[in-house]
């Protein structure tokens, strides 16, 4: 199975940034298509971004478009999400995955931004 953890989350306040973090086991990040999902209060899950597998193509939600960035580093096996000019809506636990995603999620990592 794949093995993923999710770092990074935070309190920020709107207009704020915040960098989060997904380490995957083996040659995980390296290997695959991933990408990184939400799941607001009382919502179901819904994808933020993706990235192919050898990081040259991305794509992102309507809704984050211009705002957040998906990255990779095949050396550390590390996947990236860079999020900027943070809104309230964006509140939410964030999941990393393959993509498209294995039926197994990690804990995910909690990002509140207020008002």
């Known amino acids: 199975q794949v093995q993923l953890v ?8 709107a207009g704020g ?4 973090s997904c380490a ?3 040659r ?3 290997t695959y298509g991933m990408g990184w999902f939400r799941q607001a209060p009382g919502k179901g899950r819904e ?13 992102y939600a ?17 996947l990236y999400l860079q999020m900027s000019s943070l809104k309230p809506e964006d509140t939410a636990i964030y999941y990393c995955n ?5 039926t197994r999620w990690g804990q995910g990592t909690q990002v509140t931004v207020s008002s």
């Open 17 to 20: 940034s915040l960098r989060l």
């Open 62 to 78: 309507d809704s984050v478009k211009g705002r957040f960035t998906i990255s990779r580093d095949s050396a550390k096996n590390t």
């Open 47 to 59: 994808f933020v971004a993706r990235i192919n597998y050898s990081g040259d193509s991305t794509v």
């Open 98 to 102: 393959t993509y498209p995603p294995e």
């Open 28 to 30: 995980t990040v390296r």
């Open 24 to 26: 995957g086991s083996g």
């Open 6 to 13: 999710e770092s990074g989350g935070g309190l920020v306040q």
